[in-house]
């Protein structure tokens, strides 16, 4: 069996799966998980294969003629280099593991059919853009995934806040698709093909009219779909989805798109210095702001999902200084780290009854409930602040030498300008990171209060796949120089200065949070539980976060903060918290700039549809009616009445034909 032909069962397997299992979801239920399942297995492992074959070589190349369109031909096109069959592996891995966990988070759900479908062809959506030779095609996947994802975010719809967080990120993502279709159709005007080969052939020879504005308006669309400034908005309220769900899009799949799709076209965006320094700019301040956010939250979730924005913010900022190697090696590492640290927060969620990190702190015992989510998201979090030897590590010091070899003009494609700005960004992101991720162990596991209620180990479903994706966290780093081939050949090394320097900082903000822990510790031996009500944890998974989340939200009044004075984070940002636990405002301003507007022009429309428009139509229907009743009135069936009408009618006629006769007569 050829390798093309390997690639399109890898996408068409999961796809298969999904169909099957809404198709027998009612009809035989003990198939559903199978079909949930064996389908995604079998596409990572043939995925597996794919990238074996592949090697690291040239690029290979598939297509066939989808459709003329009378200009710029559509073609179903495959192009598998050393980065799209990498990334493939992850996606495979994880939605195997995601739909494993799913199995038993979701157990006694009823709506679990439909939720293993949309996962199956979110995972194969995904895998075509990864694939996928043609842009057209591409974007087929692009979209397919943004509407599993409003299913997905949705699949709590008795919660208003599902419902809220699935239609703001289907409304936010397509904000940004609509520039982005608009750029693609102009870059195909301007190389005069969808096939990502003859763009890359046509950009080589200069064939690129407008650069800059194909640029920009592309990565008005990689903003949406990857979360970066001024569209991340979507991805925190996201989490009002179940865990699995949030573990799949953040680690492999939509966010991922948007950093891919750049990765794949990386010199129609380098022939524009004025793209890559907007790209750097809304890198670092993605990366900052992100991370000043994460540091206030207070519903474990929202710490990772602002952690992902950030890290987002890491390969922005890696393709902004020009090089696709280290921004995709840091997905590759991300992907596996982030899906330990969502799938283990969920385990986290279940055995506390909560998604409060304040609730949390006031428990104890929690560590020996759940052993084997402790170990593996320690072991994430230290690769999340990027501490050696894990892989976070090695991915994001590849990062930092990228920008500090274009600062120092050691590399020129890219401006200088860009290249400072990430490097600066990258480092003080680096002591944001280690601040929020060592908050989130200590006030997650060090927690001292009453313990933790005992309802027997979590299923294996659950925490096996935690093993299993802590192993690439733990060793993919090492990997590296191995996978050179993969990478254009580069290599990804860290250079001691960087390495130094971000380790250093890094470390330095985990024990400064660890200092202002053990001061305000104190506070909440002294204090009640700040109200923290929790979800009785004898339930399912998947319902235990439900009534968390609903929970949080009716005792604080809000899924972002709780007010408490022991949380360090509050020490460390001072008079900035209550800014960064709102996402500094974001939300309110393009409410006020956007929401408001729309909504008063949409309430002036139908005001002028009802009272003006209708007003005419209903004129015209009274006068109708008006004249009919008139009628009906002569219409009474008395014979006389009628024959006076008609002599009546015949003398007003015969009147009117000798005046009109006597007036041309004396003309």
């Known amino acids: 069996m050829t390798t093309t032909t390997l690639a399109v069962l890898v996408l068409l397997l999961p796809f298969l799966g999904a169909a099957a299992g809404l198709l027998l979801g009612r009809s035989a239920p003990g198939f559903v998980r199978p079909l949930a399942v064996l389908p995604t297995l079998t596409a990572a492992v043939l995925a597996v ?3 074996a074959r592949q090697g690291g070589g040239r690029s290979i190349d598939a297509s066939t003629r989808l459709t003329p369109t009378g200009s710029v031909p559509v073609d179903l096109a495959l192009h598998l280099d050393g980065f799209a069959v990498l990334v493939a592996v992850l996606v495979g891995l994880v939605a195997t593991c995601v739909q494993i966990y799913s199995t038993a988070y979701l157990k006694d759900d009823a709506r679990y059919p439909s939720y293993a479908a949309l996962v199956s062809l979110f995972t194969s959506a995904m895998l075509l853009v990864v694939y996928s030779g043609d842009l057209m095609v591409l974007l087929v996947g692009w979209e397919i995934m943004g509407i599993c994802s409003y299913f997905l975010v949705g699949h ?3 919660t208003p806040e599902a ?3 699935s239609l703001k ?15 693609l159709f102009a870059l195909a005007a301007d190389t005069g093909t969808f096939r990502i080969t003859g763009i890359l052939a046509a950009v080589t020879n200069g064939g690129l009219d407008h650069p800059t504005l194909i640029a920009l308006l592309l990565l008005a669309g990689v903003a949406g779909k990857s979360a970066q400034f001024p569209l991340h908005t979507w991805l925190p309220d996201a989490m009002a989805g179940p865990t699995p769900v949030s573990a799949l899009i953040h680690a492999a799949t939509m966010v991922a798109a948007g950093i891919y799709f750049v990765a ?5 965006f380098a022939a524009s210095g004025a793209a890559l320094v907007v790209l750097a700019v809304m890198a ?3 990366m900052i702001g992100s991370g000043l956010a994460a540091l206030a939250q207070d519903d474990i979730k929202r710490v990772l999902a602002y952690s992902t924005i950030g890290q987002l913010g890491y390969m922005s900022g890696a393709l902004a200084v020009g090089d696709r190697g280290a921004a995709v090696f840091h997905l590759l590492s991300h992907g596996a780290f982030k899906a330990v640290l969502f799938l283990a927060a969920g385990v986290v969620i279940h055995a506390a009854g909560t998604n409060s990190l304040a609730a949390m702190s006031r428990m104890g015992g929690l560590t020996k409930r759940i052993p084997d989510a402790y170990w593996t998201m320690t072991v994430a979090l230290l690769a999340l602040a990027a501490i ?13 030498v990228a920008a500090e070899h274009t600062a120092f003009g050691d590399r020129d494609v890219a401006p200088a300008a860009a290249g400072w700005t990430i490097l600066v960004a990258g480092l003080l992101a680096a002591v944001l990171t280690a601040a929020y991720a060592t908050r989130l162990w200590l006030l997650a596991f060090r927690g001292r209060g009453p313990e933790v209620p005992d309802h027997g180990r979590q299923p294996v479903a659950m925490t096996s796949v935690l093993w299993v994706l802590a192993v690439p966290t733990i060793a993919f780093g090492l990997t590296a120089g191995a996978l050179t081939d993969w990478f254009d050949g580069q290599g990804l090394a860290p250079s001691l200065t960087t390495a130094v320097l971000s380790t250093g900082v890094g470390l330095v903000g985990g024990l400064v949070t660890y200092g202002a822990w053990r001061h305000t510790t ?6 009640p539980p700040v109200g923290a009500v929790v979800a009785h944890p004898d339930a399912e998974p998947a319902l235990v976060e439900a009534e968390a989340i609903a929970s949080h939200t009716a005792v604080y009044g809000t899924i972002a903060d709780a007010p408490d004075p022991s949380d360090p984070g509050r020490l460390l940002l001072g008079p900035l918290h209550r800014h960064a636990v709102t996402g500094f405002h974001l939300d309110a301003l393009y409410t006020a700039a956007f929401v408001r507007p729309v909504g008063a022009a949409a309430r002036l429309v139908r005001f002028l549809d009802r009272e003006v428009v209708d007003t005419y139509v209903r004129g015209s229907a009274a006068i109708a009616r008006g004249l009919g009743t008139a009628v009906r009135r002569a219409q009474n069936g008395n014979v006389q009445t009628y024959l006076g009408a008609l002599l009546a009618g015949t003398l007003v006629l015969a009147i009117a034909a000798v005046v009109f006769a006597n007036v041309y007569a004396g003309a």
Request: net charge positive; aromatic share 16%.
């Open 49 to 51: 294969v794919v990238a």
């Open 388 to 400: 050696p030897p894990f892989a976070g590590f090695f991915s994001k010091e590849a990062v930092l």
């Open 156 to 158: 709590y719809w008795e």
């Open 284 to 286: 670092a301040v993605t």
């Open 522 to 527: 104190a506070y909440a031996a002294d204090r």
């Open 169 to 183: 990120a289907f409304l936010v993502t397509k904000l940004g698709d609509v520039p982005f279709l608009i750029g």
């Open 264 to 268: 794949r076209l990386l010199p129609v």
């Open 163 to 165: 419902r809220a967080a």
